[in-house]
């Protein structure tokens, strides 16, 4: 479980990024200087390659123009690769933010009501739950997001 207080509010930028090896991918960030700020100190990897050598790329909306089949599949191809891409980098952000948040072991529950009520400091944290303490915590307004296995890493522990 990963308590998500934190990232409630926050406005996200998309940009369309490419590596030194020519893979396109998205990048999510808070602004442009964020992007700028990662970018400059190398933080940003491709999500294929983990090259950290990115650049940001124009990007515009999809145009429905007339052309024929051979051009339509490429772009089919091509929006699919993307989205291919696309979906790497949100399961890498993903682990990013749930390898971040701190481990409160057993006493997720325990922690969650003492964030909800001020009386512990305002984090993101992960741990375990029963079933029935989940639904408890969300019977009193605490969000919590279960961690699908596809997510969890042995470097996330």
Not at 71 to 97: F, H, M, P, V, Y
Not at 132 to 146: F, R
Request: hydrophobic share 30%; glycine share 4%; net charge neutral.
């Amino acid at each position: 479980m990963i308590n998500i207080n934190k990232f409630k509010n926050m406005a996200i930028k998309v940009f369309d990024l490419q590596c030194n090896n020519k893979h396109v991918f998205e990048g999510w960030f808070n602004s442009h200087n964020d992007y700028e700020e990662q970018n400059s100190h190398r933080m940003i990897e491709c999500p294929i390659c983990s090259s950290s050598i990115i650049t940001k790329r124009l990007s515009s909306p999809y145009i429905n123009n007339k052309s024929n089949n051979t051009e339509r599949t490429k772009s089919t191809e091509s929006q699919k690769d993307i989205i291919e891409l696309t979906q790497a980098q949100i399961i890498k952000n993903l682990r990013d933010i749930i390898k971040k948040a701190e481990d409160v072991g057993n006493d997720f529950a325990k922690e969650a009501r003492l964030i909800q009520t001020g009386e512990s400091e305002k984090r993101s944290i992960k741990g375990t739950i029963s079933q029935d303490e989940m639904q408890k915590l969300e019977e009193d307004g605490i969000e919590i997001i279960p961690i699908p296995n596809f997510l969890k890493k042995d470097s996330l522990q």
